[in-house]
């Protein structure tokens, strides 16, 4: 079994820790239902659910671009974090809207902060984590003070409709952290994040130049459990956890089948676990803190919850994370508490409680 | 006829899935087990030091040929 390539965090570090202090999603309107696309897979709206769990998926206009989903996002992290200034924004993507240049300075630009550094990162679905260790690593370097993560991938540019294998899976979103300076032991504050890539199975999941994403689905399947299991463990031991302390696992939500499958391998019981996907699919890089974003709007989230987070993607990458859930109050679409056209449920289950801010 | 062996049925239980009624024509996605129930039945069998593939565990196209190739590579009892 390989090791993780790096596990870092306030227990070998001298600076200051990297505590989350802002949450903030957005999401498409547009919802696709299994029902709309099961006939051209040849397939039943049932067999889509029963491979993964997945009833509908957010679906980006054509006039959308990953840009606009990160830019609505990262608003919302800023102003869920009370403060819109920082040093740097991270873009977790692999769908920017250019080859060149990368999306995340245009993004800072719209977002009113021109001028700070601002750089894409490719680390598929888990982006992220990717993404909030750069943060940490900036934080404790003392280069900032306050880091914007954003993860938004407009995935479904990158599926091919006619494919059972993807076209289910993938849904369009955005939702992004702010991270700032603070002390190890204050909530929010990140744990050890472990983080690894192995790119001699990367052609288990690829998207070549021009063409569309392709995965092999059992390999891929075995992967995901395996790693983010490893993963798991590794970040619940450096924080000096025990799994039986984690009250919420998020991991990204790949496919209900693979979430449940790491669950039963860490001995998670399933009000532990926080699913997302039957709303909205695989959201690449977004998923963890579209859950998250989410699990707090339907209270399953609360301040003081000790969280573990894992993510499995194309690289292959994957990796995990721990932190003590903070006190702050996310902003963004909350799929599941309120959408029409959410979910496996009929229209009776709808409520008007959306939670938006433009 | 056609019960399905215990150490098999613990393992699908772990699954979650439930076999039940098994014919010698059972088929595997009539009894449950779809490519990722296989491709995490192969994990569950790789902890138990069996190296058996999804493909191969694909490749018996019944609940019975999949519970005969499973005993043989098991370890005795």
């Known amino acids: 079994m390989n090791g993780p390539a790096s596990v870092n965090g306030p227990a070998s570090v001298i600076g200051p820790a990297a505590v989350i202090c802002g949450l903030g999603a957005a999401l498409p309107d547009r919802r696709v239902r299994n029902e709309e696309i099961c006939a051209g897979l040849g397939v039943d709206a049932d067999w889509i659910r029963s491979r993964t769990g997945i009833c509908s998926r957010a679906r980006a206009a054509a006039e959308v671009t990953t840009g606009d989903l990160a830019v609505q996002a990262g608003r919302r992290a800023l102003a869920s974090s009370g403060n819109g200034q920082v040093d740097a924004v991270v873009l977790a993507t692999i769908t920017p809207d250019h080859r060149c240049p990368a999306t995340a300075p245009a993004v800072a630009a719209r977002l009113g902060l021109p001028g700070v550094p601002a750089f894409d990162l490719a680390a598929a679905c888990t982006g992220f984590l990717y993404g909030l260790q750069l943060a940490a690593g900036l934080i404790t370097l003392g280069a900032a003070a306050r880091v914007l993560v954003i993860a938004a991938d407009r995935i479904w540019s990158l599926t091919d409709p006619g494919d059972r294998v993807t076209a289910p899976l993938f849904g369009d979103a955005a939702a992004a952290c702010v991270v700032r300076a603070g002390q190890a032991a204050e909530p929010g504050a990140l744990g050890p994040v472990v983080l690894a890539a192995d790119g001699r199975d990367g052609s288990a999941i690829v998207a070549p130049h021009g063409g569309f994403l392709t995965m092999r689905g059992p390999q891929t399947f075995q992967h995901a459990v395996t790693r983010m299991s490893q993963a798991a463990h590794q970040a619940v031991q450096a924080a000096g956890w025990e799994l039986t302390g984690v009250d919420r696992f998020v991991p990204h939500q790949a496919n209900a089948r693979i979430t449940a499958a790491v669950g039963r391998r860490l001995g998670l019981d399933d009000q532990r676990v926080l699913h997302h996907i039957e709303h909205v699919g695989n959201t690449s890089a977004a998923s963890i803190p579209l859950t998250l974003s989410h699990a707090w709007a339907t209270g399953r989230l609360r301040a003081g919850h000790r969280v573990l987070m894992a993510a499995f993607g194309a690289g292959l990458t994957w990796g995990a994370a721990t932190v003590v859930w903070p006190d702050l109050t996310p902003v963004g679409d909350h799929p599941g508490d309120g959408h029409p056209g959410d979910g496996c449920f009929n229209d009776d289950c709808f409520n008007d409680d959306h939670s938006r801010d433009d | ?77």
């Open chain 2, 1 to 77: 006829m056609g019960a399905v062996s215990t150490e098999l049925r613990d393992m699908l239980a772990v699954l979650k899935v439930e076999p039940g009624d098994c014919g010698p024509d059972t088929g595997l996605e009539e009894a449950g087990l779809d490519s990722l129930a296989l491709a995490e039945l192969s994990l569950l069998l790789a902890e138990r030091g069996v190296q058996v593939g999804q493909d191969e565990l694909a490749a018996t196209a019944t609940l019975p040929a999949l519970d005969q190739l499973i005993a043989s590579r098991l370890p005795a009892r």
